[in-house]
Protein backbone atom coordinates (compact mmCIF):
# COMPACT_ATOMS: atom_id res chain seq x y z
CA UNK A 1 0.00 0.00 0.00
CA UNK A 2 1.14 3.56 -1.16
CA UNK A 3 2.19 5.96 1.81
CA UNK A 4 1.26 9.57 1.98
CA UNK A 5 3.21 11.15 -1.17
CA UNK A 6 4.01 14.80 -1.80
CA UNK A 7 5.03 16.77 -4.70
CA UNK A 8 7.41 18.55 -5.86
CA UNK A 9 10.17 17.77 -3.33
CA UNK A 10 12.04 20.91 -3.79
CA UNK A 11 10.76 23.72 -4.48
CA UNK A 12 12.69 27.04 -5.14
CA UNK A 13 10.93 30.42 -5.27
CA UNK A 14 11.48 34.34 -4.74
CA UNK A 15 10.58 36.20 -2.23
CA UNK A 16 6.93 37.87 -3.02
CA UNK A 17 5.84 34.61 -5.67
CA UNK A 18 3.49 32.34 -4.95
CA UNK A 19 4.22 28.29 -4.11
CA UNK A 20 1.82 25.41 -4.54
CA UNK A 21 2.41 22.33 -2.70
CA UNK A 22 0.68 19.00 -3.11
CA UNK A 23 -0.26 15.87 -0.60
CA UNK A 24 -2.37 12.86 -1.99
CA UNK A 25 -3.18 10.86 1.35
CA UNK A 26 -2.91 6.95 2.26
CA UNK A 27 -5.91 5.49 0.17
CA UNK A 28 -9.12 5.27 2.42
CA UNK A 29 -7.66 8.19 4.58
CA UNK A 30 -10.12 10.98 4.91
CA UNK A 31 -8.13 13.56 7.10
CA UNK A 32 -5.45 15.58 6.08
CA UNK A 33 -3.11 18.28 8.16
CA UNK A 34 -0.07 20.28 7.16
CA UNK A 35 2.62 21.36 9.24
CA UNK A 36 5.72 23.85 8.70
CA UNK A 37 9.41 22.37 9.88
CA UNK A 38 11.62 24.97 9.98
CA UNK A 39 14.86 24.52 9.93
CA UNK A 40 16.09 23.78 13.67
CA UNK A 41 12.40 23.93 15.34
CA UNK A 42 10.01 21.67 15.67
CA UNK A 43 6.72 20.56 13.93
CA UNK A 44 3.85 23.88 13.73
CA UNK A 45 0.45 22.63 12.91
CA UNK A 46 -0.64 24.70 9.83
CA UNK A 47 -4.48 23.22 8.87
CA UNK A 48 -6.59 20.12 8.82
CA UNK A 49 -8.74 19.47 6.14
CA UNK A 50 -11.48 16.63 6.58
CA UNK A 51 -13.93 15.53 4.09
CA UNK A 52 -13.06 18.52 1.57
CA UNK A 53 -13.64 21.19 4.53
CA UNK A 54 -11.11 22.79 6.76
CA UNK A 55 -11.69 21.76 10.25
CA UNK A 56 -9.14 24.04 11.88
CA UNK A 57 -5.95 25.93 11.29
CA UNK A 58 -2.96 27.29 13.61
CA UNK A 59 -1.28 30.39 14.27
CA UNK A 60 -0.26 30.88 10.50
CA UNK A 61 -1.31 34.03 8.30
CA UNK A 62 -4.34 33.99 5.77
CA UNK A 63 -1.78 33.96 3.03
CA UNK A 64 -1.47 30.19 3.84
CA UNK A 65 -4.07 28.44 2.48
CA UNK A 66 -5.26 25.25 0.83
CA UNK A 67 -7.76 22.79 0.00
CA UNK A 68 -9.11 19.16 -0.12
CA UNK A 69 -10.63 18.11 -3.29
CA UNK A 70 -13.17 14.98 -3.48
CA UNK A 71 -10.24 12.08 -4.00
CA UNK A 72 -8.62 13.39 -0.55
CA UNK A 73 -5.86 14.64 -2.04
CA UNK A 74 -4.85 18.59 -0.71
CA UNK A 75 -3.06 21.37 -1.73
CA UNK A 76 -1.07 24.09 0.17
CA UNK A 77 -1.04 27.61 -1.24
CA UNK A 78 1.33 30.15 0.18
CA UNK A 79 1.28 33.34 -1.19
CA UNK A 80 3.40 36.41 -0.75
CA UNK A 81 6.23 34.25 -0.16
CA UNK A 82 8.34 36.04 2.46
CA UNK A 83 11.75 34.55 3.31
CA UNK A 84 11.39 32.98 6.59
CA UNK A 85 8.54 30.23 5.00
CA UNK A 86 11.49 28.68 3.67
CA UNK A 87 10.60 25.09 5.52
CA UNK A 88 9.74 21.64 5.19
CA UNK A 89 6.68 20.99 4.84
CA UNK A 90 4.81 18.37 5.74
CA UNK A 91 1.74 16.70 5.12
CA UNK A 92 -0.02 13.45 7.19
CA UNK A 93 -3.00 11.87 6.54
CA UNK A 94 -5.29 9.65 9.23
CA UNK A 95 -8.05 7.82 8.53
CA UNK A 96 -10.41 9.79 10.64
CA UNK A 97 -10.10 12.81 12.78
CA UNK A 98 -10.54 11.05 15.56
CA UNK A 99 -7.63 8.59 14.79
CA UNK A 100 -5.39 10.73 16.14
CA UNK A 101 -2.24 8.47 16.82
CA UNK A 102 -2.49 7.30 13.42
CA UNK A 103 -1.70 10.50 11.07
CA UNK A 104 0.83 8.87 8.95
CA UNK A 105 3.54 11.76 7.69
CA UNK A 106 4.70 11.64 4.06
CA UNK A 107 8.51 12.70 2.83
CA UNK A 108 7.99 16.52 2.72
CA UNK A 109 8.20 19.49 0.57
CA UNK A 110 11.43 21.27 0.88
CA UNK A 111 10.50 25.07 -0.04
CA UNK A 112 13.58 27.43 -0.37
CA UNK A 113 12.63 31.12 -0.62
CA UNK A 114 15.38 33.48 -2.01
CA UNK B 1 -0.75 28.03 23.97
CA UNK B 2 0.86 24.91 25.38
CA UNK B 3 4.79 24.34 25.07
CA UNK B 4 6.45 21.00 24.76
CA UNK B 5 10.31 20.84 26.37
CA UNK B 6 12.63 18.53 25.04
CA UNK B 7 15.64 17.89 26.53
CA UNK B 8 18.49 17.32 25.77
CA UNK B 9 18.33 18.98 22.34
CA UNK B 10 21.25 16.77 21.23
CA UNK B 11 23.35 14.32 22.53
CA UNK B 12 26.20 11.82 20.93
CA UNK B 13 25.90 8.57 22.41
CA UNK B 14 28.37 5.34 21.25
CA UNK B 15 27.09 2.54 20.06
CA UNK B 16 25.36 0.09 22.29
CA UNK B 17 24.78 2.42 24.91
CA UNK B 18 21.40 3.19 26.56
CA UNK B 19 19.74 6.60 25.85
CA UNK B 20 17.12 8.36 27.93
CA UNK B 21 15.12 11.43 26.71
CA UNK B 22 12.57 13.38 28.23
CA UNK B 23 9.71 16.15 27.46
CA UNK B 24 7.85 18.06 29.32
CA UNK B 25 4.39 20.35 29.15
CA UNK B 26 3.01 23.10 30.50
CA UNK B 27 -0.13 21.91 31.11
CA UNK B 28 -1.63 18.25 31.42
CA UNK B 29 -1.97 16.20 28.46
CA UNK B 30 -4.47 13.19 27.46
CA UNK B 31 -1.99 11.36 25.09
CA UNK B 32 1.65 11.44 24.35
CA UNK B 33 2.80 10.13 21.39
CA UNK B 34 7.23 9.33 20.13
CA UNK B 35 8.04 9.84 16.97
CA UNK B 36 11.08 9.76 14.90
CA UNK B 37 12.06 11.52 11.85
CA UNK B 38 15.32 10.62 9.84
CA UNK B 39 17.13 12.79 7.42
CA UNK B 40 14.77 13.53 4.30
CA UNK B 41 11.81 11.65 6.21
CA UNK B 42 8.65 12.48 7.43
CA UNK B 43 8.50 11.58 11.19
CA UNK B 44 7.20 8.26 11.80
CA UNK B 45 5.15 6.71 15.20
CA UNK B 46 7.51 4.81 17.65
CA UNK B 47 5.02 4.65 20.91
CA UNK B 48 1.78 6.31 21.89
CA UNK B 49 0.75 6.48 25.50
CA UNK B 50 -2.77 6.87 26.97
CA UNK B 51 -3.01 6.98 30.72
CA UNK B 52 -0.89 8.65 33.47
CA UNK B 53 1.36 5.99 34.58
CA UNK B 54 1.16 3.84 31.40
CA UNK B 55 4.64 2.19 30.60
CA UNK B 56 4.89 0.72 26.84
CA UNK B 57 7.78 -0.97 24.76
CA UNK B 58 8.55 -1.08 20.95
CA UNK B 59 11.47 -3.21 20.95
CA UNK B 60 14.77 -1.55 22.38
CA UNK B 61 12.15 1.25 22.76
CA UNK B 62 10.26 1.97 26.12
CA UNK B 63 8.05 5.03 27.19
CA UNK B 64 5.97 6.01 29.86
CA UNK B 65 3.70 8.39 30.77
CA UNK B 66 4.50 10.45 33.69
CA UNK B 67 1.47 10.34 36.70
CA UNK B 68 1.89 14.16 36.96
CA UNK B 69 0.49 13.91 33.29
CA UNK B 70 3.01 16.65 32.48
CA UNK B 71 5.77 14.87 31.60
CA UNK B 72 7.21 11.10 29.17
CA UNK B 73 10.25 10.07 28.83
CA UNK B 74 11.86 7.75 26.01
CA UNK B 75 14.61 5.24 26.33
CA UNK B 76 16.25 3.38 23.65
CA UNK B 77 18.32 0.51 24.98
CA UNK B 78 21.87 -1.18 23.16
CA UNK B 79 22.05 1.84 20.29
CA UNK B 80 22.63 1.07 17.21
CA UNK B 81 23.48 3.27 14.20
CA UNK B 82 20.51 3.59 12.65
CA UNK B 83 19.02 5.05 15.56
CA UNK B 84 20.74 8.29 14.31
CA UNK B 85 17.74 10.87 13.66
CA UNK B 86 15.48 13.11 15.38
CA UNK B 87 13.09 12.21 18.54
CA UNK B 88 10.13 14.44 18.82
CA UNK B 89 7.30 13.92 21.30
CA UNK B 90 3.84 14.76 20.45
CA UNK B 91 0.30 15.81 22.12
CA UNK B 92 -3.00 15.87 20.58
CA UNK B 93 -3.72 19.13 22.10
CA UNK B 94 -7.33 19.74 20.45
CA UNK B 95 -8.86 19.64 17.37
CA UNK B 96 -7.06 16.65 15.71
CA UNK B 97 -3.62 18.65 15.26
CA UNK B 98 -0.65 17.68 16.72
CA UNK B 99 1.53 20.17 19.19
CA UNK B 100 5.15 18.68 18.76
CA UNK B 101 8.15 19.51 21.06
CA UNK B 102 11.80 21.03 19.60
CA UNK B 103 13.13 17.55 19.60
CA UNK B 104 16.45 16.00 20.56
CA UNK B 105 18.91 15.09 18.17
CA UNK B 106 20.25 11.27 18.60
CA UNK B 107 23.89 10.97 16.62
CA UNK B 108 25.85 7.61 17.34
CA UNK B 109 29.35 6.97 17.21
CA UNK B 110 30.89 3.39 16.22
Known amino acids: EAGVTQSPTHLIKTRGQQATLRCSPISGHTSVYWYQQALGLGLQFLLWYDEGEERNRGNFPPRFSGRQFPNYSSELNVNALELEDSALYLC?????????????FGPGTRLTVL | GQQLNQSPQSMFIQEGEDVSMNCTSSSIFNTWLWYKQDPGEGPVLLIA?????ELTSNGRLTAQFGITRKDSFLNISASIPSDVGIYFC??????????FGTGTRLQVTL
Open chain 2, 90 to 99: ADTGTASKLT
Open chain 1, 92 to 104: ASSISPTGLDTQY
Open chain 2, 49 to 53: LYKAG
